[in-house]
């Protein structure tokens, strides 16, 4: 797609749902599958996903014609300041929709304790933000355990303001409970469903169950860490092309999705770069087992963006 065209239309097929008599699926099913990235800001993505020489103030408005949704990893290391709220509502098309972490300070250093202030200040910082934020996302760490924590978030859910949804990740086994299940279910909050299966294992299925504890799904495909960063914390990869396929996963992601297509409101899937080593890529090849078309950006569109091609582009959000 040329910079300075008009945003695609997402082009969907058969995926075997109530299928109308041309081959497409139900449209309320296509509205309710999300697919994108864990951020946009990545600098191997420059020359694969964004042109050479657009400018990274550019990014998330090339992303948006794309991708329909996008979770802000940035939001979990501090509040974002009220013109960048801005510049991010303004340079995405009115459809967009943004899932935003949780700072860190409220979820790995107060653990959910005593941060009222915090969540106050985190939410009046979003407050631009609101008419596209569709999560936002409580990502617990993996020291957070029930025999700690569980007198914490009991406290911590009735204080969530019922204008936002939210989606709390457990990254401890042993929430996995039925009292948890039931307390998160009351409160109308999502189970995330988080693939950090191992790279080892990345030909084998997601053999999980997870808890389905409201009315959307909340999906991320986060992969192996180890894939990031070596001992002595050197970077490993580069990522911008695949590096290794999940076949079997990706395969077990798409049935898992598809199953709870008819009773759910929303599906959002954010994917990491870690999954497979090119989070556009993974996210396209999701889509087609899901039945639909995901186009990126062509070589061509990536090799260059001169000034009158970005004001034609901006005009057209």
Known sequence: MPFSEAPRETSFRSAGFDSASEGLLNLNHQQKIRLGACAWSFEEWRGVFYPHDLPPDRWLEFYSHYFQAVEVDSTFYAAPA????????????????????????????????????EFTEFL???????????????????????????????AFLPQLPRDFRFAIEFRHPGWHRPQIVRLLQKHRVCWVWADTSPLNERNLAPFELWPNTTDFLYVRLLGDYGTKYAGDGARLHQYGKLLWKREAAMESWAMKIERHLEETRNVW????????????????????????ELPLPSSTDTLSADPGQLELFGSAT
Do not use: M
């Not at 910082?125 to 020291?143: D, G």
């Not at 899937?269 to 639909?292: D, I, K, M, S, W």
């Open 124 to 154: 009046r910082c979003l407050e631009p933000l609101a008419p596209k934020l569709q999560v936002i996302l409580v990502q617990l760490p993996p020291s957070f355990s029930p025999k700690e924590g569980s007198a914490a978030l009991r």
């Open 82 to 117: 009220p013109a960048t709220v801005v510049r991010w509502v303004e340079s995405t098309p009115a459809s967009f929709r943004f899932a935003c972490k949780l700072p860190r300070s409220i979820t790995h250093a107060c653990r959910l304790r005593d941060c009222r202030a």
């Open 269 to 292: 899937t954010f994917v990491n770069n870690h999954y497979e080593g090119y989070a556009p890529e993974t996210c396209q090849r999701l889509a087609q087992r899901l039945g639909y």
